[in-house]
């Protein structure tokens, strides 16, 4: 060997890793680039001639198995694979050693270092013949196969394998040229099409040259569309294309030419690692216009994306037809199927920790299985018990996990608020005309252009206005001003935030309400409603995320630590391709970041949410899945709503007849809030005086200059609180003297807001003012959606009849369409149980939906609580819960017990599960107790578990959760997280041994502290933007566990049939409410108006409305719930 590669002794600070086995970098000069800096000291061995010769004969009872990494030194000391070698490390076994770049390109391979296993590729430069001719002389195990590496650099031969297994292509030709002759070639070339070799191509077509290297790959367009041609090439700096007037093709070079696809602008990457590991991204598509969407650390933006299971299947076909375990392809989503453009060979995901922790298990636990054997070392092979779920139930039998089915509220949001006012003006009409509004009587603005044209009217009305006060507008100035300075706010139009609805009203406005008395003109006007607010906060994204974390915990195998190696459960059953994840939304903005920021924190997703949002979440406004008109209340809505008001309104305190009458099913939350308020309209003239007292502070504040411009949360201004307030001073109290119930739900969500986000302003009363409001929000709410048992069961089926089918189907689907995203059965050897996956379906959606699923459960005659103890006591704990508040989660989830008869009714076994979302300002008292998630039986009685400590945590999370704001519950020492190295199978039944045994309580898995986002300060409880914490979520409490699926599908059934007939009804009022004008009360259950903007002022919160597949019997009853709450945090129980 060289003389330079004397013994240089190893440089301990160089190191690359840490671990149980050394990375030895085989190094030949002290020149080497900067390795990634990792946190860790490493030993970097040098080989020596006498190492390789001495090998064989001092082999320690255990040899360590070696990793040789062959291949360009840039490849090599890149990031990624820094990070995958070093977790690779973390094997007992394996030692990984790095061939220099200078020993590969000139020394003979006979003096290269050796090795067990050889990790070997091309790039730029990389002696391909060199790297065969050394497999060949120490036949190592190679991970990816030299020799088909050639194919991989000729795109032609790329193009035949693929065709060869079968593999969609975009429809092809090859134009092969002779370099010395170039015009004799079988090209036709017209204005808008090529001929090659007799195949025709209009354009757009694409024209790759033949040599996988050359990334100069150009498309042409048709004249039609302007002609000239993108150039593709590979990225420099920001840029990966730039167009051409040029429209003629290359006339030197062999290519080939191919239809274009027409993708929606993004391509899909794919990386393999084996034939049961995908990972796929999309990007921007280079094609789109060249420029490279980077984020804040000027990395290139890529979304996740959900692979089919007909693409699963071709990732597969990919890496064993190429021969390459580790493997990278693109893919093009057109028409409905994927198309494989490209094949790159080796390459790993950038900037994925999830990925890095995946890569190098799976790369790991293969070299393993192919050489502990021959090497005598202990090492079983870990029968991937982490991708079947199969978990303990509560009756202690083994049982598989298959469906999963949540429906959740959106998180936290800012308080919505609503401005209606009759418009006569010509302009009005011309733009009601213009969208359409005469078909249908009402048409919705929340386009940017549309919203402009309204502002436009808004600006020259009231300039008209100025310039003389008696001209023909009868628009009260004070109404136009603040529709302009709502649209004004924030400087630009963006649909999340503002939504303008215009009605038809036949014969102008009924009768004023407190706004005006004045003498009324006849004739048509319109109804002009503007809506803003409700956008989810910074908080309640944190809340979604964390929840959609700690929702993990659900899947077997999710409570070890997710970033080391032990089970990642969900997370590895979704990358191999074993989960069949939906997620829904409704159409509103908050809803929608609800879902995506969910999403993030399930699959442990990194970046922004708009990405996610665009790749993961459905919009389920399909038939009133998630969403609902708040305008069109039922009859019996609307009847419920005047009897609340008229009993609401007795200046008396409440008498036995009044409780019989607003709490008629006796639940306790509501008589404890009726005890509260005593007499409705004293406690009203409190509340008004409250509201006169806290807008009087906010001005005092707004005088003193050294708060005016004070910014409150979510960059709020005292002004623009101060509006808020007044408003409701305004409208609460009516010039009759008499208050407006309606505006209970929205004074309780302010204050509610308020006292959270901006306790900082220490303003006087405020806790008073929540209390009141609260006890009358208890009151108002819950009892907008029904009054007695029947009005609750009606009005719930008018809003979730198409929600219950839909679970209904996803609960049938789970055991019928056996076909969908899993391996193909053929291509499964050495998976166990291959044809079991798991059917995950979030819907995300709006208060109203989950009260009236909630009351669906509870009074549809699911199960006898007279004859059945566990739903009694179920029932019990919902009527004593007094708000649904953010982050409410209804989840259903089924088991197969694959020891039963398939036709037998117990095969399939269901659970219900509730949590009443986030926890409020001062509940912490009066917290109804459920008994647990997962009891270990029914006749369990114990209350909450003790409380664990924050310690606890902190040691067993991997991630190190940090509090936000209150300390976890968990158990002492629970198995469940102590043992990070067992399986999640032997966990799983360790603790349900002790669990049945001691008949015990539950443990919280996830108490309440939520795990430390990046935008919340640590330690401080404050939240981001100052003031605000993000309160922690209740855990899921089981409301049944002992519920076969046939129960639950027939009871479905007769929910969905007796609720057709009221349809019918339902219909027919609908069609009747055009010409009325259905004011929206804010009373109502407020279904998302498909804007995503603020959604009616009504009190339910903005609805989510993901689609996340709960198992039905997630679907509890809740108590009457209250008004939104202002922030969630995520609280999960997990029964041990």
């Known amino acids: 060997m060289s003389e330079t590669r004397d013994g240089r002794q190893p440089d301990a600070g160089d190191g690359l890793m840490r671990g149980s086995a050394d990375l030895a970098v085989v190094d030949s000069d002290d020149d080497v680039p900067d390795m990634q800096p990792m946190e860790t000291d490493v030993k970097i061995d040098m080989f020596r001639e006498e190492d390789m010769e001495d090998e064989n004969d001092e082999l320690p009872s255990e040899r360590q198995i070696v990793v040789g990494i062959c291949c360009m030194m840039k490849k090599s000391k890149s990031k990624p694979m820094t990070h995958i070698l070093e977790r690779l490390c973390k094997f007992d076994y394996i030692e990984v050693v790095i061939f220099p770049e200078d020993v590969i390109l000139e020394e003979p391979v006979d003096k290269w270092p ?41 795109r032609r031969e790329v193009y035949r394998i693929l065709q060869e297994e079968g593999i969609d292509l975009p429809r092809y030709a090859v134009l092969n040229r002779d370099p010395d002759n170039p015009e004799e070639c079988n090209l036709v070339e017209g204005e808008d099409h090529v001929e090659v070799n007799g195949e025709v191509f209009p354009k757009p077509f694409v024209e790759k040259p033949v040599c996988a290297e050359d990334h100069n790959v ?117 028409n409905g199927h994927s198309f494989v453009c490209d094949v790159n060979g080796f390459s790993f995901v950038k900037n994925s920790m999830k990925y890095y922790d995946d890569c190098a298990k799976v790369l790991g636990n293969m070299i393993m299985r192919e050489l502990a054997p021959q090497f005598h070392i202990p090492w079983s092979v870990p029968m991937e018990a982490e991708d079947i779920p199969i978990v303990p139930t509560t009756s202690g039998t083994m049982m598989e996990l298959r469906c999963v089915i949540a429906i959740i509220r959106h998180g936290d949001r800012t308080p919505k608020q609503k401005m209606k006012m009759e418009v006569r003006h010509p302009l009005f009409f011309e733009l009601f005309d213009k969208c359409g509004g005469y078909k249908s009587g009402k048409v919705k603005l929340k386009k940017p252009k549309q919203l402009q044209e309204v502002l436009d009217i808004a600006r020259l009305l009231l300039l008209e206005l100025g310039q003389h006060n008696d001209c023909e507008i009868e628009e009260k100035k004070s109404k136009l001003e603040q529709l302009k300075t709502v649209l004004e706010m924030y400087g630009h139009f963006s649909g999340i935030n503002r939504k303008v609805q215009l009605t038809y009203l036949r014969n102008g406005q009924p009768k004023a309400s407190s706004e005006e008395e004045d003498s009324k003109r006849e004739g048509p006007s319109l109804l002009l409603v503007l809506k803003w607010g409700g956008e989810l906060t910074p908080a309640g994204r944190v809340q979604a995320e964390e929840l959609g974390r700690a929702f993990r915990c659900m899947y077997p195998g999710g409570q070890g630590d997710y970033a080391g190696f032990p089970g990642c459960g969900l997370l590895r059953l979704h990358s191999t391709y074993r989960h069949d994840l939906k997620i829904y939304a409704s159409d509103e903005g908050r809803v929608q ?24 979440v459905k919009s389920a406004n ?21 009897r609340l008001h008229e009993i609401m309104q007795k200046d008396e305190e409440f008498s036995q007849d009044d409780y019989q009458k607003l709490a008629p099913t006796g639940s306790p939350s509501l008589v404890n809030s009726m005890k509260v308020i005593e007499n409705p309209v004293k406690t009203c003239d409190k509340v008004y005086a409250l509201i006169q007292r806290l807008t009087s502070q906010i001005r005092k504040r707004l005088e003193d200059p050294k708060s005016s411009d004070l910014q409150l949360y979510h960059s709020e201004t005292l002004e623009l609180m101060l509006q808020r307030w007044s408003k409701l001073e305004r409208d609460f109290r009516m010039k009759s003297g008499r208050y407006d119930i309606s505006k209970i739900p929205d004074i309780y969500d302010c204050i509610k807001y308020d006292t959270q986000h901006n306790s900082s302003l220490d303003l006087d009363d405020t806790l008073e003012l929540f209390r009141l409001s609260r006890a009358l929000a208890d009151i108002v709410i819950p009892q907008e959606y029904g009054i007695s048992k029947a009005e609750k069961l009606d009005i ?175 158990q002492r020492r629970s198995p469940m997280i102590r043992n990070r190295k ?41 939240g981001f933007e100052g003031c605000s914490m993000v309160p922690s979520i209740y855990p899921l409490e089981t409301l049944h566990n002992l519920l076969s699926l046939k129960q639950v599908d027939e009871f479905l059934n007769a929910v969905c049939e007796s609720s057709s007939e009221a349809h019918a009804k339902t219909m027919k009022a609908l069609s009747g409410l055009f010409d009325s004008q259905s004011q929206p009360s804010l009373y109502g259950p407020q279904w998302p108006l498909s804007s995503s903007g603020s959604e009616a002022s009504l009190r339910p919160p903005s609805r989510p409305c993901w689609h996340g597949s709960v198992p039905s019997s997630a679907v509890s009853s809740a108590g009457p719930s209250s008004p939104i709450t202002e922030n969630t945090a995520l609280n999960f129980s997990y029964s041990e």
């Open 218 to 334: 150009y498309i042409y367009y048709p004249t039609s569309a302007g002609g000239g041609s993108q150039r593709l090439f590979r990225k420099i700096g920001s840029r990966s294309s730039v167009y051409s007037p040029e429209s003629s093709v290359r006339k030197t070079g062999s290519y080939i030419y191919e239809e274009f696809m027409p993708t929606d602008g993004t391509d899909v990457k794919v990386y393999t690692v084996g034939p049961d590991y995908a990972h796929a991204e999309a990007r921007k598509s280079p094609a789109l216009d060249g420029k490279v969407e980077r984020d804040s650390e000027g990395k290139e933006i890529r979304y996740p994306v959900m692979l089919t299971a007909m693409e699963k299947l071709v990732a597969r076909k990919v890496c064993l037809a190429f021969k390459q375990t580790v493997c990278g392809f693109d893919l093009l989503r057109a």
């Open 982 to 1022: 067992t399986g999640s199978m032997e966990v799983l039944s360790e603790t349900s041994l002790t669990q049945s045994s001691k008949s015990s309580t539950s443990h919280r898995l996830f108490p309440s502290g939520s795990r430390q986002s990046p935008e919340i300060k640590p330690a401080s409880g404050l």
């Open 593 to 616: 970041m609800t879902a995506a920021a969910f999403a993030k924190g399930l699959l442990a997703l990194e970046g922004e949410l708009t990405p996610i949002l665009v790749q993961m």
């Open 796 to 970: 719930a089926q008018a809003y979730c009849v198409p929600l219950m089918k839909k679970i209904q189907l996803d609960l049938q689907r789970t055991h019928e369409d056996e076909a969908v995203n899993k391996l193909h059965p053929l291509y499964s050897r050495g998976v166990m149980s291959p044809g079991r996956h798991v059917r995950t379906r979030l819907y995300f959606t709006s208060e109203s939906h989950v009260h009236s699923l909630l009351s669906v459960f509870r009074y549809g005659g699911l199960l006898d609580y007279e004859k059945d103890q566990q739903w009694k006591q179920a029932m019990d704990y919902l009527s004593a819960v007094t708000e649904l508040n953010y982050m409410t989660q209804i989840v259903i989830m089924l088991y197969e017990d694959n020891n039963k008869d398939p036709s037998s009714e117990e095969r399939f076994h269901v659970e219900l599960h509730f949590s009443p979302g986030v926890k409020g300002c001062e509940d912490e008292e009066n917290v109804p107790l459920g008994f647990g998630f997962r009891p270990a039986s029914s006749e369990n009685q114990d209350k909450k578990p003790n409380q664990g400590s924050l310690e606890d945590l902190s040691q067993d999370q991997p991630d190190q959760a940090l509090l936000v704001s209150e300390p976890i519950n968990i």
């Open 622 to 642: 399909m038939n009133g899945l998630l969403d609902s008109d708040s305008d069109s209340l039922t009859d019996c809505q609307q009847k419920v709503k005047a």
């Open 114 to 154: 050796l090795c067990d296993c050889l990790i070997s590729f091309h790039s730029k430069g990389f002696p391909l013949d060199k790297a065969v001719q050394y497999a060949k002389l120490r036949n190592p195990l190679a991970l990816n196969d030299l020799n088909m590496q050639y194919f991989i650099q000729d």
